[in-house]
């Protein structure tokens, strides 16, 4: 019988377990576009005091989560700065401009970080008729196509003071945040006091199937939640998926340790140097990234190339260290 591929393509491919399962077929539910949904109120609460926010607001998905989220704090005809392959930037495909009306100027950093120098050199002031105004910093923690960076919390305060200074508010995109908090023992809390507004994901490493979340203050969340109805995501009695977001906030937040543990066994099998490896994703520079992921699949282990010549893996709750382990002999040998 064939052996069933392991699967590194992305920590969003995770099946609900049946701890899980149990917990979505018996929530509490109510009309949540009424507000009445016990499971949704009572996981946005939860999420909001973790991040030491006032309010937050449940989402289908970590886009929309962002795209109310900027919007939020950007104006149509204004700017948000952020880096050149964040995910705001380069996969919520164009979002942010075609239905919000925001601009965005980027910077680069291979590893995805906060570089203050060149922000501040991006940054526009109100200029009136000349200039598109920034009104927004936006930065992701971890950063996704950097391969699962940290962004460290002292670049995110001097980030915050700056911002402060010149009147900007921060974005964060938070949607492996749990991963960030479980790597480095930040409080979740001290994430949350560096953003006006961030953005959580419980279906990636997580593992829930469905479910996003802004949190900030109460008035961003009043004005999000009519922009979330506006854009259809007006969801009923959605506190079936609310539970499986919670189930995997209280069950599934410690063993990221473990995910992290697993893409380091990739990352020495790749030659990547494992130090670099702060989460549970590990990006391979090939020139030939297509044919080495044609070529790994052949042989059972299915990775993803996010560029010509890169090569991604990511590690979640359904890859054990047996299966990292064996993953690692593939691509090694590739
Ligand atoms: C960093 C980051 N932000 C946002 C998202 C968007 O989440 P979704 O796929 O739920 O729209 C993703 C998805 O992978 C992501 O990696």
Same mark, same amino acid.
């Not at 990636?204 to 203050?217: C, E, I, T, Y």
């Not at 209280?250 to 990739?266: G, N, P, T, Y």
């Not at 994703?281 to 996010?306: N, T």
């Given at each position: 019988m064939a052996r069933v591929p392991i699967d590194?393509?992305?920590?969003?491919?995770t099946q609900p377990t049946d701890g899980m399962r149990k917990a979505m077929a018996t929530a509490e539910v109510g009309d949540d576009v009424y507000g009445e949904d016990p499971t949704v109120l009572a996981l946005q609460e939860r999420v909001a005091g973790l991040f030491g926010h006032e309010a937050a607001l449940f989402t289908p998905t970590g886009s929309l989560a962002n795209l109310l989220a900027v919007r939020s704090l950007v104006a149509p005809g204004q700017e948000v700065l952020c880096e050149s392959s964040a995910h705001v930037a $380069?996969?919520?495909?164009g979002a942010h401009g075609a239905v919000s009306g925001v601009t965005m100027r980027t910077w680069t950093s291979p590893r995805g970080q906060v570089d203050l120098a060149a922000i501040s050199d991006l940054f526009a002031p109100d200029m009136g008729p000349f200039f598109v105004r920034t009104t927004a910093v936006s930065v992701e923690n971890t950063h996704n196509f950097a391969g699962g960076a940290i962004l460290p919390l002292a670049d995110l305060e001097a980030l915050r003071s700056w911002t402060s200074s010149v009147s900007v508010a921060v974005h964060l995109d938070g949607a492996r945040i749990w991963n960030a908090h479980v790597a480095t023992g930040t409080p979740l809390a001290s994430y949350g006091a560096q953003a006006d507004v961030l953005c959580v994901c419980f279906?990636?490493?997580?593992?829930?199937p469905v479910g996003s979340m802004l949190v900030g203050s109460e008035a961003a969340m009043t004005e999000a939640r009519v922009w979330r109805k506006r854009l259809?995501?007006?969801? $009923?009695?959605v506190g079936i998926v609310a539970a499986g977001a919670a189930y995997a906030l209280e069950h599934h937040l410690e063993r990221l340790a473990e995910d992290h543990q697993h893409a380091r066994v990739l990352a020495e099998a790749c030659g990547v140097d494992p130090a670099g490896v702060d989460t549970n994703i590990v990006v391979v520079h090939r020139p030939d990234a297509g044919a080495f992921v044609a070529a790994a699949r052949d042989q059972g282990v299915l990775v993803s190339a996010v560029g010509p010549r890169t090569v991604r893996a990511v590690t979640h709750l359904g890859v054990s260290l047996a299966d990292a382990r064996r993953a690692a002999e593939v691509l090694a040998a590739l």
């Amino acid at each position: 019988m064939a052996r069933v591929p392991i699967d590194l393509r992305s920590d969003t491919l995770t099946q609900p377990t049946d701890g899980m399962r149990k917990a979505m077929a018996t929530a509490e539910v109510g009309d949540d576009v009424y507000g009445e949904d016990p499971t949704v109120l009572a996981l946005q609460e939860r999420v909001a005091g973790l991040f030491g926010h006032e309010a937050a607001l449940f989402t289908p998905t970590g886009s929309l989560a962002n795209l109310l989220a900027v919007r939020s704090l950007v104006a149509p005809g204004q700017e948000v700065l952020c880096e050149s392959s964040a995910h705001v930037a $380069r996969a919520e495909l164009g979002a942010h401009g075609a239905v919000s009306g925001v601009t965005m100027r980027t910077w680069t950093s291979p590893r995805g970080q906060v570089d203050l120098a060149a922000i501040s050199d991006l940054f526009a002031p109100d200029m009136g008729p000349f200039f598109v105004r920034t009104t927004a910093v936006s930065v992701e923690n971890t950063h996704n196509f950097a391969g699962g960076a940290i962004l460290p919390l002292a670049d995110l305060e001097a980030l915050r003071s700056w911002t402060s200074s010149v009147s900007v508010a921060v974005h964060l995109d938070g949607a492996r945040i749990w991963n960030a908090h479980v790597a480095t023992g930040t409080p979740l809390a001290s994430y949350g006091a560096q953003a006006d507004v961030l953005c959580v994901c419980f279906s990636k490493g997580l593992g829930a199937p469905v479910g996003s979340m802004l949190v900030g203050s109460e008035a961003a969340m009043t004005e999000a939640r009519v922009w979330r109805k506006r854009l259809g995501a007006g969801m $009923r009695q959605v506190g079936i998926v609310a539970a499986g977001a919670a189930y995997a906030l209280e069950h599934h937040l410690e063993r990221l340790a473990e995910d992290h543990q697993h893409a380091r066994v990739l990352a020495e099998a790749c030659g990547v140097d494992p130090a670099g490896v702060d989460t549970n994703i590990v990006v391979v520079h090939r020139p030939d990234a297509g044919a080495f992921v044609a070529a790994a699949r052949d042989q059972g282990v299915l990775v993803s190339a996010v560029g010509p010549r890169t090569v991604r893996a990511v590690t979640h709750l359904g890859v054990s260290l047996a299966d990292a382990r064996r993953a690692a002999e593939v691509l090694a040998a590739l």
